[in-house]
């Protein structure tokens, strides 16, 4: 392994055999990982990994978290590319993709996990519809000692092609995707310009929306990833700041909304702004905060009864907010 930390070409190779012509390349960008990662790597080597290349991306300045990946060198065809300069997860994941060698490719974060038949659900995926964009499914939502809290799905019909025009309607209105569940085409990836380095929050959403637009998008049913939520989740800690985590979403909405019709616009946009109304005085709100609650309550109400049928389907509010409050009712958040 070279020790030079500090450049941009410090590599570790796997001294065991790794698939020369993979089907599924799995990124992980890590940073300071090593609370998490021994769980998140066992989940893996759990399943069978024929055809499967593994590249952590490790921003690390101290060797701890590589240091539990080496120790996996024996179970996983895994590399780590040490890259300090890479300082996001957006960044080192762009960089992971580019190393890719399969056609498909998926991410795993550091504090995320596999759970049984995920491979056997992916090889699925991938052989009934290889020229899919996007291969979607529902995750489960685990506290940090690995309990199941909830099942976090898409308000998506399962199993079968759906249209671009369709899923970006819905999608618009809330992120319902987990960022560790989908599969992609590395090529579609590449031509959309990957996630952009700028969102801190909503990268993951504006990669969707960029990769739903090319289409065509399937919805499985199979529950093979586990979300978990922590304290030190970024989707936790990076959402002190009210107004930047508004613009992170408005800026998200404010460059696809127009990939939708007019008549669609007007239909969707109310519900995507009380969207992120509430998503905001939610954050808020755990911070210790209730003045937003109300303004956003007033904002869904007026989207009117048929409105606020389709936005409670589309925001998956239940499914989001339930697992979390159990978590923090239960002391495991």
């Known amino acids: 392994m070279l020790n030079d930390r500090s450049g941009t070409s410090a590599l570790t190779d796997n001294p065991a055999d790794v698939a020369t012509d993979p ?27 024929d055809g499967v290349e593994i590249i952590a991306i490790d921003s ?61 659900a992916v090889r699925r995926w991938i052989g009934s519809s290889p020229s899919a964009a996007l291969h979607l499914a529902p995750t489960m939502i685990i506290d940090r000692n690995g309990r199941g809290l909830g099942r976090w799905s898409c308000p998506l019909p399962a199993e079968r092609p759906l249209e671009s025009a369709f899923v970006l309607e819905r999608l618009l209105v809330q992120n ?46 199979d529950v093979t990833t586990g979300f978990r939520v922590h304290g030190s989740s970024l989707t936790v800690t990076g959402s002190r700041n009210p107004e930047d985590f508004r613009s992170q979403m408005q800026t998200v909405l404010d460059r696809h909304v127009g990939k939708i019709s007019a008549e669609s616009r007007r239909r969707v946009a109310p519900s995507a702004k009380a969207s992120i109304a509430i998503n905001v005085s939610l954050a808020t709100a755990a911070a210790g905060s209730r003045k937003d609650l109300m303004s956003a ?22 499914d989001r907010v339930l697992p979390r409050l159990r978590a923090r009712l239960s002391g495991a958040l």
């Open 60 to 120: 690390s300045p101290g060797d701890a978290t590589a240091a539990i990946i080496r120790g996996y060198f024996d179970r996983l065809p895994i590399r780590i590319i040490e890259r300090r300069d890479l300082d996001r997860w957006q960044t080192k994941t762009n960089f992971g993709v580019e190393q890719a060698r399969a056609d498909h490719v998926c991410m795993l974060h550091q504090d995320d996990v596999w759970l049984p038949g995920r491979i056997a």
């Open 297 to 318: 309550a007033w904002q869904i109400a007026a989207l009117g009864p048929v409105g606020i049928m389709n936005f409670l389907r589309d925001t998956r509010l239940k």
């Open 23 to 49: 089907y599924l390349s799995v990124i992980m960008p890590v940073h300071e990982g090593q609370d998490w990662i021994d769980a998140t790597l066992r989940s893996l080597a759990a399943e069978p990994m």
């Open 176 to 221: 319902f995707i987990s960022v560790l569940a989908p599969v992609f085409r590395r090529d579609t990836w590449l031509a959309a310009g990957g996630v952009d380095p700028d969102l801190w929050y909503t990268a993951d959403w504006d990669l969707w929306l960029k990769l739903v637009e090319v289409g065509p998008v399937i919805y499985h049913r």
